[in-house]
């Protein structure tokens, strides 16, 4: 059953200049395994912006927002073995939101040069 479902986009631009801009602010919101992935894109902003937009359409499928003991970096989304994303709880994130009996979580992302969106569905049994 669909329990919730959350849309964003953002503009690649400010992600690209708080990147640049602001010392710490790629590693407070990105995995070390999701800079490794942008890092190796020839369009490196484009995959930062959409997966910021996969993290903020997580938090509105929630139903919650951000909660206290959830992290932006703890938010992990990377491509499966068939390229398909999948968003992925780590950490204290994960035991956070644990008690919500979450079943699956898909997550759809698409990026142009100036613009990332994502949507994001969760399901419940």
């Not at 407070?28 to 993290?55: D, M, P, Q």
Request: proline share 2%; hydrophobic share 45%.
């Amino acid at each position: 059953m669909i329990a919730g479902l959350g849309t964003d986009m953002i503009e690649v631009d400010r992600v690209a200049a708080k990147i640049n801009k602001e010392s710490g602010f790629r590693e407070l919101v990105f995995s070390a395994g999701e800079i490794a992935y942008c890092e190796s894109k020839t369009n490196r902003f484009e995959h930062y912006a959409a997966r910021f937009a996969a993290k903020e359409a997580f938090l509105k499928a929630l139903g919650t927002g951000w909660t206290s003991g959830t992290s932006f970096h703890e938010i992990e989304i990377l491509p499966d073995q068939k390229g398909r994303p999948e968003l992925v709880l780590l950490g204290e994130t994960s035991r956070s939101v644990a008690s919500f009996g979450i079943l699956q979580i898909t997550v759809s992302m698409s990026h142009l040069s100036t613009l990332a969106s994502a949507v994001v569905i969760i399901e419940k049994p």
